[in-house]
């Protein structure tokens, strides 16, 4: 079974602390993504990255960066956290790009920034 | 926005009774597909449907697609308290990596 974990299911922060958000998937997946969920809004994409150290930004990637290094992990960066940012933040990969593959996904980190 | 959206945004039904949930998209698509979350978890694929098909079973759950309406519904038979979650729908954006997610729909099923 794909496995992707997450670092943290709780974190509190402080404004302006930089806050780092660690994915691992155990499937040699090609392709990962960072999502934050909020109420009413659904998921919206921050970054994905289809390849090591490539990436692009998703429709959400102010404030936010990511680093991968090693196919397996996928960080997010927040580099001067705000309340704002106070949110369900979900990673989830795949093996693919056809558009057919499933996306499995992790158990999610919730964020709260005071 | 290119986000999908759920409708309705929330249903409570009694255990055994039948839950429809629909699905607009905007864009062109290969695919859509329903994802299932529990209450503060990732979500979990359930069923994919391709663009040149209508219908799609899958145990207790059925999968329509109206390519010209642009939109999808999912049927959950005979519901169970297990049943009680959100379901997205997700489609993909021809040309890119992004699969676009709708708002949700929230499911309670009540014993």
């Known amino acids: 079974d794909v496995k992707v974990t997450q670092s943290s299911r709780y974190l509190v922060k402080r404004t302006g602390e930089k806050v780092f958000l660690e994915c691992v998937q155990d499937m040699d997946h090609e392709n990962m993504f960072w999502y934050r969920q909020d109420p009413g809004l659904g998921l919206r994409l921050i970054y994905f990255s289809y390849d090591v150290k490539m990436k692009e930004k998703g429709d959400i990637p102010e404030g936010y960066s990511v680093s991968r290094e090693k196919k397996e992990r996928f960080s997010l960066i927040l580099e001067s956290a705000s309340t704002n940012q106070t949110s369900m933040y979900l990673c989830?990969?795949?093996?693919?790009?056809?558009?057919?593959?499933?996306?499995?996904f992790g158990p999610g980190t919730r964020l709260l920034v005071l | 926005s290119q986000q999908g959206e759920e409708d309705p945004q929330a249903l409570s039904i009694q255990e055994g009774e039948n839950a429809t949930m629909n699905c607009s998209y905007k864009t062109s698509i290969n695919n859509l597909q329903w994802y299932r979350q529990n209450s503060g978890r990732g979500l979990v694929h359930l069923i994919l449907i391709r663009s040149n098909e209508r219908e799609k079973h899958s145990g207790r759950l059925r999968v329509t697609l109206d390519t010209s309406k642009k939109s999808s519904s999912l049927l959950i038979t005979a519901s169970r308290a297990a049943d009680t979650a959100s379901y997205f729908c997700a489609t993909d954006a021809p040309g890119t990596y992004k699969y676009i997610f709708g708002t949700g729909t929230r499911l309670k099923v009540l014993a």
């Open positions: 989830a990969s795949r093996p693919g790009s056809t558009g057919i593959e499933t996306q499995y």
